[in-house]
Antibody, heavy 127, light 113 residues
Framework: QVQLVESGGGLVKPGGSLRLSCAAS????????MGWIRQAPGKGLEWLSY????????YYADSVKGRFTISWDNAKNSLFLQMHSPRAEDTAVYYC????????????????????WGQGTMVTVSS | DIVMTQTPLSLPVTLGQPASISCRSS???????????LSWLQQRPGQPPRLLIY???ERISGVPDRFSGSGAGTDFTLKISRVEAEDAGVYYC??????????FGGGTKVEIE
């Protein structure tokens, strides 16, 4: 079954740290870009970061640059988001999502979109 | 960063009637490769977002053909030809014209009357 399952959310104190995980199954994980998007309670979607399995492409939104780190483990078919020194405004549901194919032979079939989303994991930053 | 502005914020629609959502970008969404990476997502209550349409008008497999996308440059539209009860939710546009910075519109809540 093609799916993404996030885990690792919970309550974290401001200035603490938290690592979110995203386990992929049902597709060749290393063939795709993968990203993180969040949604604060009652708010819209905010793109945070995405990367390629090779690590040659990594981008961050300004709101998390320098504070959050995206990483990848092909052996575990998993994507991670390390949250350093989170703030109250980082409270949100965090989704991982599958982006475009990253293989060189996919250039003619790019979607420019996230076509598979996990159910999300809730992160609450509070003292 | 490219700013995506959706209107209206809220859209009450009668069952069986059409619905239209607008998404405008602060600059052209034509990518350097010539494609326009504008997508539409649906988020039903309590659910994660779901991709409906990519590259302005291409429907993802399984998406009903009552959903259609159109537009070019900076102006885009999502239309639902005849709204059904299951179409209730929030709809977002997203741009990927700038690979290093993706942005979503603020969302449009479709409410079935």
């Amino acid at each position: 079954q093609v799916q993404l399952v996030e885990s690792g959310g919970g309550l974290v104190k401001p200035g603490g740290s938290l690592r979110l995980s995203c386990a992929a199954s049902g597709f060749t994980f290393s063939d795709y870009f993968m990203g993180w998007i969040r949604q604060a309670p009652g708010k819209g979607l905010e793109w945070l970061s995405y990367m390629s399995s090779s690590g040659t492409t990594i981008y961050y939104a300004d709101s998390v640059k320098g504070r959050f780190t995206i990483s990848w483990d092909n052996a575990k078919n998993s994507l991670f988001l390390q949250m350093h020194s989170p703030r109250a405004e980082d409270t949100a549901v965090y989704y991982c999502a599958r982006g475009d194919c990253s293989r060189s032979d996919c250039s003619d079939s790019l979607l420019g979109a996230f076509d598979l989303w996990g159910q999300g994991t809730m992160v609450t930053v509070s003292s | 960063d490219i700013v995506m502005t959706q209107t209206p914020l809220s859209l009450p629609v009668t069952l069986g009637q059409p619905a239209s959502i607008s998404c405008r970008s602060s600059q052209s969404l034509v990518h350097s490769d010539g494609n326009t990476y504008l997508s539409w997502l649906q988020q039903r209550p309590g659910q994660p977002p779901r991709l409906l349409i990519y590259k302005i008008s291409e429907r993802i497999s399984g998406v009903p053909d009552r959903f259609s996308g159109s537009g070019a440059g900076t102006d885009f539209t999502l239309k639902i030809s005849r709204v059904e009860a299951e179409d209730a939710g929030v709809y977002y546009c997203m741009q990927a014209a700038t690979s290093h910075s993706l942005t979503f519109g603020g969302g449009t809540k479709v409410e079935i009357e």
